[in-house]
């Protein structure tokens, strides 16, 4: 069993910035893909950014420029970056832990509570 604890989320005015943290559990950590979801009011939860063991990001189009995705696996730690921050960017934003086991080859998906992130105009 993984768990992860967000934190970061704040309210901020258009323009501004935050950092989300993600502290995860787990001796594996490094082999982990991390991720950053974000569900808005009356939306489905959807993918902000994306981060593999090896480094490789993806990000939506509508962050692309302003978030940042990174780790520190000596903290079993995930940040979101966001800067430039815009009213639509408001939501309960969610760290996801994906975890494959090539031995048995299941995967599994873990989720954290959230964080809100209010951006006002």
């Known amino acids: 069993q993984v768990q992860l604890v967000e934190s970061g989320g704040a309210l901020v005015q258009a323009g501004g910035s935050l950092r989300l943290s993600c502290a995860a559990s787990g001796r594996t950590f490094s082999s982990y893909g991390m991720g950053w979801f974000r569900q808005a009011p009356g939306k489905q939860r959807e993918l902000v950014a994306g981060i593999t063991s090896r480094l490789r990001t993806n990000y939506a189009d509508s962050v692309k420029g302003r978030f940042s995705i990174s780790r520190d696996n000596a903290k079993n730690t995930v940040y979101l970056q966001m800067n430039s921050l815009k009213p639509e960017d408001t939501g309960v934003y969610y760290c996801?832990?994906?975890?494959?086991?090539?031995?048995?080859?299941?995967?599994?998906?873990?989720w954290g509570q959230g964080t809100q992130v209010t951006v006002s105009s």
């Open positions: 996801n832990a994906h975890i494959v086991v090539v031995a048995d080859r299941t995967e599994s998906d873990y």
